[in-house]
T-cell receptor, first 115, second 115 residues
Framework: AQKITQTQPGMFVQEKEAVTLDCTYD???????LFWYKQPSSGEMIFLIY??????QNATEGRYSLNFQKARKSANLVISASQLGDSAMYFC????????????FGTGTRLQVFP | EPEVTQTPSHQVTQMGQEVILRCVPI?????FYWYRQILGQKVEFLVS????????KSEIFDDQFSVERPDGSNFTLKIRSTKLEDSAMYFC?????????????FGPGTRLTVT
């Protein structure tokens, strides 16, 4: 079965520091995509970053980078230089192969950035 | 920047009533999705839709649910006879293509409260 696990229900980080949000996944399909979404208190889902299973390099998007360790089936999100506006829920999601449309989400990590 | 819109932002209905949640996907997108998020829980896939047909649905999407693209712009989710457990945030999403890495753009959500 395909599954996403986020083991950190909450994380705290000081402004300007880096933080890593953990995500592990399980799939038997060799082709899959991994996504991170941010959900602020207003409720919308904002796409942050994508990593494909065949990508050789870790994905980066501005202050976001993805630490992809395929053998360990982990896809951790690293936020550098945290800002107060980064306080939100963060969801890891997977599209498990070409034969499915759906994104499977983890339970999320609530990140709080303090001054 | 184009965005997915959803109406209403909040809907309150009585148990047993029918509700229709409306979405306007991004105009050049061809693939449409509904997800739901029960308060405090993870986002769950309901259904995907392409070329006027359901392409995939989850076990949540039973006979009480239906989707429709009544015209060239709207995409709707109907719940025929609402139950208390249907109370959730419902997200519409759309994507231009169906590749593994193609981002699903989420709307702001409709909060459905069933009393």
């Amino acid at each position: 079965a395909q599954k996403i696990t986020q083991t950190q229900p909450g994380m705290f980080v000081q402004e300007k520091e880096a933080v890593t949000l953990d995500c592990t996944y399980d799939t038997s399909d060799p082709s899959y995509g991994l996504f991170w979404y941010k959900q602020p208190s207003s409720g919308e889902m904002i796409f942050l970053i994508y990593q494909g299973s065949y990508d050789q390099q870790n994905a980066t998007e501005g202050r976001y980078s993805l630490n992809f360790q395929k053998a360990r089936k982990s896809a951790n999100l690293v936020i550098s230089a945290s800002q107060l506006g980064d306080s939100a829920m963060y969801f890891c999601a997977m599209r498990g192969g070409y034969n499915t449309d759906k994104l499977i989400f983890g339970t999320g990590t609530r990140l709080q950035v303090f001054p | 920047e184009p965005e997915v819109t959803q109406t209403p932002s909040h809907q309150v209905t009585q148990m047993g009533q029918e509700v229709i949640l409306r979405c306007v996907p991004i105009s050049n997108h061809l693939y449409f999705y509904w997800y739901r998020q029960i308060l405090g829980q993870k986002v769950e896939f309901l259904v995907s839709f392409y070329n006027n047909e359901i392409s995939e649905k989850s076990e949540i999407f039973d006979d009480q649910f239906s989707v429709e693209r009544p015209d060239g712009s709207n995409f709707t989710l109907k719940i025929r006879s609402t139950k208390l457990e249907d109370s959730a945030m419902y997200f519409c999403a759309s994507s231009e293509r169906d590749g593994l890495g193609d981002e699903q753009y989420f709307g702001p959500g409709t909060r459905l409260t069933v009393t």
